[in-house]
């Protein structure tokens, strides 16, 4: 074949096979967009979601006497009317983010195109992007969630079709209004009203043209553009949106540099959509009725909108506690962080890099530079250049100037807490304090963190003990003992006082939260049984099989630890925490009702739950918690258990009234920063201060008598009888002899968490386990 003839035949097969292939890329896009279309990829918003939108009712939560606690919205809606909005800021806003709004159905084809090419092909960032405003609008109804580029994708084009069907639903100017109530301006402003009550403290019918421009500038990027924060980079991009509007002739050339010449003016009156009351509890609602929603809808066909349907939930909240609480929490953690840094003085954990180095390889600003090639140095000399930031303080938001590395040692040594209370009977969530500020820190530590949990699993040890038959009155030597097959793992006490020769009762342990004898508990009873008890108590959580589960390391969440607590004043049963008592739609109509809640199997005996109950009594009366009757003055009848971890890195305190279980916790979010000082980071420092703060506020409110009048039951002359013997026993004369004070003791710890029994030891369990 001749030579030309076999490059055409090349050429021919070459654009036949580049054809085909285009062909069959055409037919997956299609297909691909018509299966999102359809709902392969996750439900589309029906025309009734996007129908309800511009006259759409909040739903109002409910405390359990019915105060409003806030509302639950797609965003924060100003209700700003398109004839309140002035010429000028419509204008502005079309000109700067989409001069062609008027012409196009949702989707700007000419823009896409734009994209296309200067973007993506020839890789111009300046070509900017393609989104409409109706695109941006429906970015803003419905908050994007995805966790690669393929979902994103996804999204994008779910945004152009429900932009499509906004477009013939409502008018260009609805569209316009129910964006600008939407978008988010600088500092977690919602809605152009509140913007311009925010920056300027005037209505949005009364901004001039700069100051208009100003805010439709900041859409851009809200935090570089904040012209509190940055304001040489909010004039300039003012200058720019006032230029678009002198290009597109919607200003005169005299109002253009007029406008231009202006400085900035700012009358700052914050409104913070993330403040009020129980915020981490808000949140909490909102994921649970999310679940029911869906429940609701599969059951009866009928679809909910729980930002938009008005619904009234009533929640088991008590609002009065909930703010007693919040101030608690506050006024203690203001003063423990000034004392946790001034303990650390120079020595602070926090400015040693080999901590805070670790963090700073995981932000975006390394990750950014890494990929443009730089060398550590110089990625160093860059993350300590000093800017404007905005950061969480105890004495109020504030703007300062500090580099990377400075933002990430403030939030490294930044303490934070966690409260919560609620009641053992039904499982009623009372109050809920997932952190110090839900505007800086949505992590919530009552339901997401696990931590360490020190002594106050102790309590759990010593009731598996109880009903395995150890008796109250039993003695354990509480000297420290090396286990010799635990690689000479040697447990001891907080007071480093010298238990040589001395025994002690197990409500003598607990009083003293002694570790040594804690951990001879355990071995009584076998770390199997401790563990299946545990369960038997609600803990769901995995529980290591190790001798140091006596001191406290499983890992738990607060509402795990609350739980398993309910069943000391349940009769011995663990009840599951509950949020919502009812559910009611706009028109009044009962869509659900709390029947009652998920209680436990009974795992320990009424005699064995009065006499635990009496020890930790005597925890709060003289043990590690007195400081609530010396300091606090509390008179209520408390029960309660201090925890530590080791380096104390986190502190504990449970507190039972008869009807009311609480836990408090406090400690860094990172695990390797713990307190200096155990004076200042033992439990009975660190949390219990927030429960006398939280229970001296409820005393003096008597609408809250039926808790804090509460009373325990009186002991049975059973129970008496059993816990009647002296707390501390020596060694006797003998024993004394054969001991030397000055050798250290060693044992061996069973390798399966259980000590035989001696004849006489299986006698009297046998007997006391029938009790």
């Known amino acids: ?252 050339e005299e109002e253009y540099k007029s406008a231009k010449s202006k400085a900035i003016e700012l009358n700052y009156t914050p409104m913070k959509a993330d403040q009020g009351v129980a915020p981490y509890f808000r949140e909490q609602i909102r994921k649970k009725l999310i679940k029911w929603a869906d429940e609701y809808e599969s059951e009866t066909g009928e679809e909910i909108d729980i930002y938009g349907d008005g619904l009234k939930i009533f929640t088991t909240l008590n609002k009065d506690m909930q703010i007693y609480a919040e101030a608690a929490m506050k006024s203690h953690m203001k003063a423990l962080q000034k004392s946790f840094e001034t303990n650390w003085g120079n020595q602070a954990p926090w400015k040693k890099k080999a901590i805070y180095e670790e963090i700073i390889k995981r932000t975006h600003h390394y990750r950014a530079l890494k990929i443009q090639g730089k060398s550590e140095a110089e990625i160093e000399k860059i993350l300590n250049e000093k800017k404007k930031m905005q950061f969480f303080d105890w004495s109020g938001s504030e703007v300062k100037t500090m580099s990377v590395i400075d933002s990430i040692q403030l939030a490294l040594k930044t303490l934070q807490s966690g409260f919560v209370a609620m009641e053992p009977g039904s499982g009623a969530v009372k109050t809920w304090i997932g952190g110090i500020d839900y505007e800086y820190f949505k992590y919530d530590h009552v339901a997401q963190s696990r931590r360490q949990v020190g002594s106050t699993f102790k309590p759990i040890v010593y009731m598996a003990a109880l009903e395995n038959g150890v008796d109250p009155c039993d003695y354990f030597p509480a000297q420290a003992v090396a286990y010799e097959n635990l690689e000479g793992w040697k447990p001891t006490n907080s007071d480093n006082e010298d238990y040589t020769h001395i025994n002690v009762t197990m409500q003598e342990a607990l009083r003293k939260s002694m570790n040594t004898v804690s951990v001879k508990i355990m071995e009584e009873v076998g770390i199997s049984r401790v563990i299946d008890f545990a369960e038997d108590l609600g803990i769901n959580s995995e529980l290591p099989e190790v001798a140091s589960l006596a001191l406290g390391t499983a890992e738990l969440s607060m509402l795990e630890l609350a739980t398993a607590y ?45 006499m635990m109950l009496k020890m930790m009594q005597e925890v709060v009366n003289s043990g590690t918690a ?36 609480t836990v408090s916790w406090t400690g860094s979010d990172n695990g390797s920063i713990g307190f ?96």
Request: positive net charge; aromatic residues 10%.
């Open 626 to 661: 007195s400081r609530l009757r010396w300091k606090y003055k509390l008179k209520n009848d408390i029960a309660g258990k201090t925890g530590t971890t080791q380096n104390n890195k986190d502190g504990w305190f449970v507190g039972l009234l008869s009807n009311l279980v």
């Open 676 to 771: 200096k000082s155990t004076a200042i980071g033992q439990g009975a420092n660190s949390a219990l201060p927030i429960f006398g703060l939280w229970l001296e506020k409820l005393n003096q409110d008597k609408a809250l008598n039926k808790y804090t009048r509460s009373r325990f039951d009186e002991l049975s002359d059973n129970a008496k009888r059993k816990m009647d013997c002296p707390p501390i026993k020596e060694d006797g004369f003998i024993k004394k002899l054969f001991n030397n004070p000055d050798k250290e003791k060693t044992e061996k710890f069973d390798e399966a968490g259980k000590k035989k029994d001696g004849f006489f030891k299986r006698i009297k369990r046998i007997l006391n386990s029938k009790d």
């Open 1 to 252: 074949m001749p030579k030309k003839k076999r490059k055409k035949s090349f050429k021919k097969k070459l654009i036949s096979f580049f054809l085909k292939v285009s062909i069959v890329g055409i037919i997956f896009l299609i297909g691909f967009f018509y299966s999102i279309k359809a709902g392969l990829f996750g439900e589309l918003p029906t025309e009734k979601t996007l129908s309800n939108i511009e006259n759409s009712q909040a739903t109002a939560l409910l405390s359990d006497s019915g105060e409003n606690i806030g509302f639950l919205y797609r965003t924060y809606r100003s209700n700003v009317a398109y004839e309140d909005l002035p010429k000028h800021l419509v204008d502005a806003l079309v000109a700067t983010e989409d001069v062609r709004f008027f012409e196009h159905s949702g989707i700007d084809y000419r823009s896409l195109v734009r994209v296309l090419v200067k973007t993506v092909i020839l890789q111009d960032r300046s070509g900017g992007g393609g989104s409409t405003l109706s695109q941006q609008l429906v970015k803003n109804l419905f908050p994007r969630e995805y966790s690669n580029k393929f979902e994103l994708l996804i999204i994008k084009i779910k945004e152009a079709l429900i932009a499509q069907k906004l477009e013939s639903i409502y008018s260009k100017e609805e569209l316009l209004t129910l964006y600008l109530n939407t978008v988010s301006f600088p500092d977690n402003t919602f809605g152009i009203e509140a913007a311009a009550r925010t920056f300027f403290n005037k209505p949005v019918n009364k901004l001039d043209l700069d100051e208009a421009a100003i805010l439709v500038g900041s859409l851009k990027a809200t935090y570089t553009y904040n012209p509190r924060i940055f304001p040489e980079n909010s004039i300039d991009r003012r200058d720019i949106v006032l230029s678009q509007m002198r290009k597109y002739k919607k200003i005169s």
């Open 566 to 610: 309910t069943s000391f004043l349940n009769s011995g049963k663990s009840v599951e925490p509950y949020f919502i008592n009812r559910i009611e739609s706009a028109s009044g109509d009962v869509l659900y009702e709390h029947k009652g809640s998920n209680q436990a199997e009974i795992a320990f005996s009424a005699l064995h739950q009065e």
